[in-house]
């Protein structure tokens, strides 16, 4: 249809088309803050998303190739557990009997030295008399308690003695120190000589280790193999920091260790330690008891040497939380009846108009706004990734206290509404404006907590830690509304590695 | 000054500078506008910050129509938005205007030029005519003349009909006409 032309359109329209009212700086400030609160907007989110999946999966490929590495070379290493080595003509007038009392530590004092999960290498060897020997090794099962060994007499009391190889033509049963987390000297002295008083080393060559030298060596004894009496000279190749009083051992036979849980890492001294895990923790802010317990299941990694812990995760988090709507409506005032039309009929018998009011019923509603609020229930859906560092204060058996420092990242990821509407009765609702939930965006904390673990077996482990976060990027709602960024939390975990 | 396709990532990514320039750039010609549609500046600015909102949420939108304008975007939201606040307005508002709907189309008056009048009226003054109109009056003709609707689309918009929509711009042309020749002669017997 064609527009029709009027000079008043055209006068107006050209008089207005460009005007331009400079806004207020009220309203530009208002604007600007309220503009910073919005979600941001773009292909970020699929880039981010795309990001996160291959650092998850490259954590994921990373940990289960360097098990693989690891768990290979403990095993490789343990295949010598048959004898190997052999002595030559000297050896064999070193090695004692083996129920001649050599080299055995006495049992004063026996401590419990925490050692890491130590790898006991004692190769048993069954000399060929007529080959030179070129090392003396004697191996016992690894126990998974680090701390629990065998005695002489079978019993559980400490740590056995690793055999030191030695020149070829040497017999030399010393005592390695076994793996611990501290560098006392003096303890370190005092559990090997523990440790090798519950070691017997049998060795096939009937020679003793030379009484000058009992207070030095420790030969240990060796399973079904004869000992000449000790007399014989066995130089002395022990460090300063494995050498041992000369006490007899206890038997003659290594009984074997009771190993229900073999180790899958190496704990070897000076590696790095890499165990991957699945965790599902349960968080609980403290000192707000409205909010609402995170549950998380997560996949991470924790890196360790000696007593320091590194540990990174990314997990699939889930809690319920409100979220609120304010209602804008008005107030019902009640209902009357409106009149529509009237009518008139000429009444001839008597004259006049005869009315017909036509009314219908109407509601009435006040014009004053009101305010209300009302809140949903939500549930929410965050990526968590925490970043750890740590230090084991203290191991002991099944036990051991870390404390632990870092950041935790949580992305928001969506949120699912809950049941829930509004009732309004019979007030008229102008609008409804949705207050955006605090949870609704990315959340970032720094924190430090204090983590108290504690084996089940060699897999699962369960721990409690409580925690103080501090919260990093607190929106101005956040600011107005809590009291503190510093929040107390407990958060209780159940852990299984692979 | 940032380019409108910089303006619009930046916008996006919700950058401060972006956001400051957005409002800076087109907040003026959107206010004015918006009074033109709310007849005060109190209601125009509350329209403005409405529709800036409605912009932030749905600049991504625009980002699929690459060859619309982005200022003409803006000005349709701008509009959508005080059509919206003008018909809650109306609901919550208990006048009931009493002028019946004609359903006719009076015949049109003789045109007057008003060429010779535009320099002598200040842009203020013609705001201020049209802001003085009853808001149906107003919303028509702002709809008709400045935005381009058909009366057939303003009918859809207002959900009025098709000659309510025609009578309505009637009106406002002949009210308008009344107080441009009410304002020359003010500032005739002035001088």
């Not at chain 1, 080959?131 to 005695?151: A, D, E, F, M, R």
């Not at chain 1, 960024?485 to 407990?490: F, K």
């Not at chain 2, 009366?151 to 025609?166: D, F, G, M, P, V």
């Amino acid at each position: 249809m064609k527009r029709d032309s009027h000079p008043i359109d055209d006068f107006f329209r050209e008089s207005l088309k460009d005007t331009k009212v400079t806004p207020s700086a009220q309203s530009r400030i208002h604007f600007l803050e309220e503009a910073a609160l919005l979600p941001r907007q773009g292909g970020f989110k699929g880039f981010r998303w795309n990001n996160l999946l291959g650092v998850a999966g490259l954590l994921i490929v990373t940990g289960i190739m360097t098990y693989v590495f690891l768990a290979g070379k403990t095993y490789r290493s343990s295949d010598t557990v048959s004898a190997t080595v052999v002595e030559n003509s000297s050896i064999q007038s070193q090695i004692p009997a083996p129920n001649t009392p050599q080299a055995t530590l006495p049992a004063t004092e026996t401590t419990q030295i925490p050692v890491e999960s130590p790898e006991k290498q004692v190769n048993t060897s069954v000399p060929n008399p007529n080959k030179p020997s070129t090392s003396y090794t004697q191996h016992i099962q690894p126990s998974v308690n680090p701390s629990v060994t065998l005695t002489p007499n079978g019993s559980r009391k400490t740590e056995p003695a690793q055999i030191q190889k030695t020149d070829p033509g040497q017999t030399v049963a010393s005592v390695e120190p076994p793996i611990m987390p501290f560098t006392d000297k003096e303890k370190v002295n005092k559990a090997t000589k523990e440790i090798a008083a519950n070691v017997q080393v049998n060795t096939a060559s009937p020679n003793a280790i030379p009484k000058e030298n009992q207070n030095e060596t420790l030969p240990g004894s060796i399973e079904d193999k004869p000992m000449t009496a000790p007399g014989n000279d066995v130089p002395a190749t022990s460090s300063s920091s494995t050498s041992v009083p000369s006490t007899p051992p206890a038997s003659s036979s290594v009984p074997a260790p009771q190993t229900n849980f073999p180790k899958l890492n190496d704990p070897v001294k000076n590696k790095i330690n890499l165990q991957p895990y699945f965790e599902y923790s349960l968080d609980n802010q403290l000192n707000s008891p409205g909010t609402k317990p995170v549950h998380t299941l997560s996949l991470g990694g924790q890196l360790q040497k000696g007593r320091f812990i590194f540990s990174v995760g990314a997990g699939y988090a889930m809690t319920n939380g409100f979220h609120s709507y304010q209602v804008e409506y008005n107030d019902y005032l009640g209902r009357y009846k409106k009149l529509d039309s009237i009518t008139f009929a000429w009444d001839q018998n008597h004259y006049h108009l005869l009315p017909s009011y036509y009314m219908s019923e109407t509601s009435v509603w006040d014009s004053l706004l009101k305010l209300d609020s009302y809140s949903i229930e939500n549930r929410y859906s965050l990526l968590k990734m925490p970043v750890k560092i740590g230090y084991q204060v203290y191991t002991k058996g099944w036990f051991s206290l870390s404390v632990n420092t870092g950041a935790e990242f949580n992305f928001f990821i969506d949120s699912k509404q809950g049941s829930g509407e509004y009732s309004a009765g019979q007030k008229k609702v102008i609008q409804i404006h949705d207050v955006k939930s605090d949870l609704e965006r990315n959340r970032h904390y720094l924190l430090f907590d204090l983590s108290a673990a504690c084996n089940l077996n060699r897999r699962i482990s369960i721990a409690v830690e409580p925690q103080m976060k501090y919260f990093l990027n607190p929106s101005e709602t956040d600011s107005k509304e809590i009291k503190s960024l510093l929040t107390p939390w407990i958060r209780t975990t159940l852990k299984i590695k692979f | 000054m940032l380019s409108e396709s910089a303006l619009i990532k930046g916008v996006q990514k919700r950058n401060r500078e972006a956001l400051e320039e957005l409002h800076d750039r087109y907040a003026p010609a959107l206010l004015g506008l918006c009074m033109r549609y709310c007849g005060n500046r109190t209601d125009a600015e509350d329209v403005l910050h409405d529709a800036f909102i409605k912009i932030l949420m749905s600049v991504g939108k625009f980002m699929e129509r690459p060859n619309s304008s982005f200022e003409g975007w803006l000005k349709r939201i701008a509009v959508n938005t005080a059509l919206n606040f003008l018909r809650d307005k109306t609901k919550m508002s208990r006048v009931v205007e009493l002028e019946p709907v004609q359903e006719w189309i009076p015949e049109e008056e003789e045109e007057t030029s008003l060429a010779a009048f535009a320099g002598r009226l200040e842009k203020d003054e013609i705001m201020a005519m049209i802001c003085e109109l009853p808001h149906g009056y107003r919303t028509v003709f702002n709809m008709y003349v400045f935005e381009d609707f058909s009366h057939k689309e303003i009918a859809e918009a207002l959900n009025c009909s098709e000659n309510t929509s025609k009578t309505q711009l009637f009106k406002a042309r002949a009210m308008l006409q009344k107080k441009i020749t009410e304002v020359l002669s003010k500032q005739s017997v002035s001088k």
